[in-house]
Structures are given as structure tokens and as C-alpha cells.
DNA sequence: GAGTGGTCTAGACCACCCC
DNA sequence: GGGTGGTCTAGACCACTCG
């Protein structure tokens, strides 16, 4: 089943892919707005959304009075751009390879006040805490500390911890995750962390502390995920 | 003299300043998009684009079938977002602040190939070679290795790197910043940079390797910058 | 079923780049 | 000055949510 898609999404990924395959090659101008809305057979708010797309993406740039054209991007790059959405977290990040994943913590607590106020919910409400290290081809990547209000997800199986929550929230609760604000740091890992993680010496983490939202506006997740130095990298494209 | 500014960009400042300020509070529902046109005398399309700056921003969220509704975000988030484009680099990030140079290292050299790669030149072509160290109130903060192509900055006075390098590609020679790619890691810093940011004992860096782009789509800087872990927090708001 | 935001159109005018 | 992308309009139809 082909997802039926808009107009805009549909050149937008035609470009895309003449991008990726060479057929409009690096540094080169894109037809006119009016030619791919001839091209395509659209108007010319559809070809600019889809174009805008692209720009978000950091595959091209627009100039007024001079035209659109394919940024000067290292082929490898070119491939990874759009790859990763960053959402479904480590599953969806991980996807191809082969996932594991230890429970180390189950419980229902009351939040910290921080926590409750970044969730949006009382300190006297109730919050799944959970702690799980996943792993990658048996090898421990990052540990995640997590905690979501019942409030919000009143059901959530153990064995679903076994695997991915996102997935299950999506799929089973069919609730949609609607966006994420993230703080990004460099930390050192505890000493429980380094057993965990399997690291001798010395190893930086990065650290992704996460508020992730529902498509209702509210928080569901809090969570912080430390990432052996060695395995993350957090790649983000900014436009002006 | 103030900008002129586009209608949507007004609509959604107006917004903005609502939801900061409290006239929609957290977790409201804004008014109808129908009732957005009239209240600002514009049309639907013009109000859509309004609002969906504030959803790239983080503000709010909207749901087909059921209507806008503001994020329910804590207040003291709600004061952040938006306020760093995060360009300029450094001086801008800590505009307001004490900030302080050294310039440690600064010759033209041949890149290396993986650099000319990036940047798009030849590998025989010329870079800028610079390494700096940037201060706040008088402590080290960050050390930035920077390279950029002689083909592109035809003109660098050593004067500059002691300030903003960007505000003179922007206010001297006239090029515009278009877009950063940028990677996030976890490391550990080397003997030197010890030393240089002043750490004792073990702290990580957060370092964020970026190639930075002109208006033309032409990569016109790589640089690497190795930030102290405990001063640095990277913050990104991303949309489904 | 009534009402929301999502997509798309055709056309107009404007700000800017470049010759 | 000719041509680019940027903004804006008015109107249409659609997909979805919710009572």
C-alpha cells in the first residue's frame, strides 16, 4: 500500500531523488519556478512548497532574482540528509540493525518537581520511571532514563519495554508523537554508567535531555538518554 | 529604523508576544484561523503562515478537524524558545556578555583532502587557518578551529579575528549566511586544550563540527569548535 | 454532520539580482 | 530593465476530529 501523498511532497521527492542521482548535480540551478510548474503540471504554490522543502532538508538554497540552486554538498552527505527524522528514538535511529535492549527499572513514582513541571502535571500525579540500556549488535549504546505520566499513558505493558515504546504508542494506543524539544550536552558517565556501558578509561557521553509532545500539545515523555561518546553523533541542518 | 516586515512575520510576532506575555496561556486553544484573518485583516493563506512559524518554533501545535492549541510548556522554556538562531556563531550566542579573543593560531595553509572535500575546493587551493579561543567575562569558553577557502573570503585582516568573523563577511564584504550543517559529539580535550580552557581533572567537551554556507550554496567555512562541557547546552526544537 | 486545518489554484504585485 | 523568487489574495475542495 503506497501511501497516497500531496502534490507538493511528491516533486518535492522527485527532486529529492534527481538530486540524490546525479540528475541535477552539485552547485547547479534548478529549473525555474514556472518550468517545474510546467514539468509537473502544478501551480506555483506547490512547486514552491516542495522547493521549500528541499531548502529545509539542506539540499538547495533559493535567491530571490537569481534562482534555486543544489547546495555545494560533499556526496556522502548528500545521501544522509533526510535520513534521520529523530523520531522513534532509538529504534527508528537503529533501524536494519540488530536492537537490544535490558530493563534495569520499572516503577511508578511521583515526579520531581522539575520533572512535573516540565510534564506539565502535578508533583502528587503519578510518572512511569523507567531505565533501560539498549544495545547494538549485543553492544551497549546509551542508557535511557524515562519517565511519562499515567495521566497520559494509562497503559503501558512491561513487555513493551522490551522493545519500542514510540511503536507501541503509536501503533497500539494510537497516539501521535507530534514533536521534540531537546538539549544536547557533554557529560562524564557515572561509575554505574561506565559498567553499563562498558567503558574503560576514560569516555565522554553526550547527553539528549528530551521533552517529546503529543500531537495534543501535551508533554508525554521526559526522558535523558547518555550516548557512549564513541557511537552518537547528533547531526542537525540550520537555515537562516 | 525598523524593518519592514512581512505581514506573516507580523501576524506571527503578534502571536509570539500573546503567548509569551499570557494572553493565550498554555494549553488554550487560539483562535479559529477563520477568526485570525479578520482580527488582522488578512487573508487564510497569510494566517497560516503565521501560525506555522510558531509550530517550527515550538509554540504551538495544530490538529486538523479540532483546531490550534498553544504547547503546554513551562513558562520558563516558553522565554527561550526562539531566541537563538544560533548564527553568528559565538558572538551572537553570547551577545550582551563580556567576550573576549585570543588568536592562537592564524596562516594560510592547503586543506586537508577531506576538508577540501567540504568546502568543495581543490586540495591544492588555499584556506584560512585559524584557531581562537573565545572568553566570556574573561574565562575560556570554547576553542574554535576554523578554515576557510581564500577562493571565497578574499579579504581577511588579522584585526577581525579578534572579533566576529561573521559580522565582517556579513557587514564588509557583503556575503550572506545562509545555512549550517552541524555535528554533535562527545570528547574528551587534548593536553593543550586542558590547559587552554582551563580544566583540572576530567571534564568532556562538546564539540560541533560544522560547514557553514553563502547565499550561492558555496561552503565558505569548516570549522570545529570544542566547547566546555559544563558551559555549553545545545538546544533544538524538532517537528515532526 | 458540522466544523477544523490541509492542499491547491490562478493571478497579482513586489523586492531583489544581475546584466 | 528583464527576470528571479517572495508575498499575498480569494476561493475551492478535501481529510480529519468530534460530538
Given amino acids: 500500500m503506497t501511501e497516497t501523498q500531496a502534490k507538493y511532497q511528491e516533486v518535492a521527492g522527485c527532486l529529492r531523488n534527481e538530486i540524490r542521482h546525479g540528475g541535477y548535480t552539485v552547485g547547479q540551478q534548478l529549473p525555474l519556478e514556472k518550468e517545474l510548474c510546467e514539468m509537473y503540471g502544478v501551480s506555483r504554490t506547490t512547486v514552491k512548497r516542495a522547493v521549500d522543502v528541499l531548502v529545509a532538508e539542506g539540499f538547495v538554497v533559493k535567491r530571490r532574482g537569481a534562482g534555486t540552486f543544489v547546495k555545494a554538498l560533499d556526496r556522502g552527505i548528500v545521501q544522509h540528509l533526510n535520513q534521520e527524522k529523530q523520531f522513534g528514538g532509538f529504534t527508528e535511529y537503529y533501524a536494519g540493525y540488530d536492537i537490544g535492549t535490558k530493563v534495569l527499572h520499572y516503577a511508578v513514582v511521583h515526579p520531581t518537581e522539575e520533572v512535573a513541571r516540565l510534564l506539565m502535571i502535578e508533583p502528587d500525579d503519578f510518572v512511569y520511571d523507567i531505565s533501560r540500556l539498549r544495545l547494538v549488535s549485543g553492544k551497549p549504546i546509551v542508557v535511557e532514563y524515562t519517565q511519562m505520566p499515567l495521566k497520559r499513558i494509562p497503559e503501558l505493558p512491561k513487555d513493551v519495554l522490551n522493545h519500542s515504546i514510540y511503536r507501541y504508542l503509536e501503533n497500539e494506543l494510537g497516539l501521535r508523537i507530534q514533536s521534540a524539544h531537546r538539549r ?28 517529546a509532545f503529543l500531537a495534543d500539545g501535551l508533554p508525554f515523555e521526559y526522558s535523558i538518554s547518555r550516548h557512549r561518546g564513541d557511537k552518537m553523533v547528533y547531526r542537525v541542518v540550520s537555515i537562516r
Fill in 184 to 211: 544536547l550536552r557533554a557529560v562524564m558517565p557515572t561509575g554505574e554508567e561506565k559498567e553499563l556501558l562498558g567503558i574503560e578509561g576514560r569516555m565522554p557521553l553526550l547527553e539528549v535531555t528530551q521533552t
